[in-house]
């Protein structure tokens, strides 16, 4: 690097009293960075950041970005953070190797949504298919669905009939906070929009005629998939590790793109742990949908118990995760 960070201030309040916006301050020289580290006060409360300029400054490696998705700035890392997310990241196969990730369709390209509403319905007809976006997902389990007058001639982006009707995995893709990380299961060939992240094994892709599928498909992707059943990758991805692991490295606040979850790690494990996952995320999705609350937490606390086991985490590795994610409860 030509050029390195003396000192950074970064303020998680606002600041200024006419404007609703987060403020950051860096101290940036043109000099050759040399592997010293910079000094960070991270405000967390109005009151320090009124005393800050008296704040008790930490040191920080800024080789730490070079780990980071696109070189974020990552000031919440330390160095226990980095060695457990290397440790997850492991030798593991990437989401991306093992499913094909795609964008829901976009019936329509005007920003108004008018052309998107006419065609959307609380009830079948000839010529539509039952859809759902985004805001109809639970936590496991598709919760709610509508109709969808299906016209690829006339869409925007009507993307191809396969994606929709085989088994999928369906990750939420605008996280208004963390707790929203979700991927819910759909085995009945529901059609949904871009609001959502469409994830299908490479095996169910392999006589799909589509030039993004074509491009990206080979016979070690179809082989590998089919080592791993659906049920598992589902439960690895609604587990707290993986949910720490995008919350240190990619989440923004907002978005979950596809290319985050294309890096997921998804362990390469023998059959009887795939197996106990997978039993697992059947009974949660099972307690989800009879609304049984407790049931579905204790299911989910046993597979982060389990994924924990499969990743090798120490309990004071899971420390460090439950003091970014207090609770490892989902609660309805």
């Given at each position: 690097m030509q050029s390195k960070i003396t000192h950074l201030v970064n303020f998680n309040v606002d600041i200024f009293d006419s404007a609703t916006v987060r403020t950051c301050i860096i101290n940036w020289?043109?000099?050759?960075?040399?592997?010293?580290?910079?000094q960070l006060l991270d405000i967390q409360s109005k009151q320090q950041a009124q005393d800050f300029a008296s704040g008790a400054f930490l040191k920080m490696n800024q080789d730490i970005f070079t780990k980071?998705?696109?070189?974020?700035?990552?000031?919440?890392?330390?160095?226990?953070?980095?060695?457990?997310l290397d440790k997850i990241q492991g030798e593991h196969h990437a989401l991306e190797e093992v499913c094909s990730v795609n964008y829901g369709l976009r019936p329509s390209g005007k920003t108004d949504g008018s052309k998107k509403k006419s065609i959307i319905f609380d009830g079948p007809d000839a010529g539509r298919v039952p859809y759902f976006e985004g805001k109809n997902m639970g936590y496991l389990n598709v919760a709610s669905y509508m109709y969808l007058e299906y016209k690829p001639e006339e869409m925007y982006n009507p993307m191809f009939p396969e994606l929709f009707s085989n088994q999928k995995i369906i990750g939420l893709r605008t996280l208004s906070d963390?707790?929203?990380?979700?991927?819910?299961?759909?085995d009945s060939g529901l059609y949904c929009n871009d609001s959502v992240v469409v994830i299908t094994p490479w095996e169910s892709m392999k006589n799909v005629q589509n030039t993004t599928i074509s491009r990206n498909i080979s016979a070690e992707r179809i082989n590998l998939s089919m080592q791993y059943s659906i049920d598992y990758i589902q439960a690895i991805l609604n587990?707290?590790?993986?949910?720490?692991?995008?919350?240190?490295?990619?989440?923004?606040?907002?978005?979950?793109?596809?290319?985050?979850?294309k890096a997921l790690p998804i362990p390469s494990v023998g059959a009887s742990v795939q197996l106990k996952l997978s039993d697992i995320v059947k009974s949660a999705r099972a307690a989800e949908v009879a609304g049984d609350g407790d049931?579905?937490?204790?299911?989910?606390?046993n597979l982060d118990a389990l994924v924990f086991e499969v990743f090798?985490?120490?309990?004071?590795e899971q420390a460090t995760i439950s003091s970014v994610l207090p609770s490892f409860h989902r609660v309805f």
């Open positions: 020289i043109n000099q050759p960075f040399e592997g010293e580290p910079f980071t998705n696109n070189l974020n700035f990552r000031i919440t890392l330390t160095p226990e953070k980095i060695i457990l963390i707790t929203k990380f979700r991927f819910v299961l759909d587990s707290s590790v993986l949910k720490f692991y995008f919350h240190e490295l990619m989440y923004d606040g907002t978005h979950f793109y596809p290319d985050h979850m049931a579905f937490n204790l299911h989910m606390d090798g985490i120490t309990p004071e």
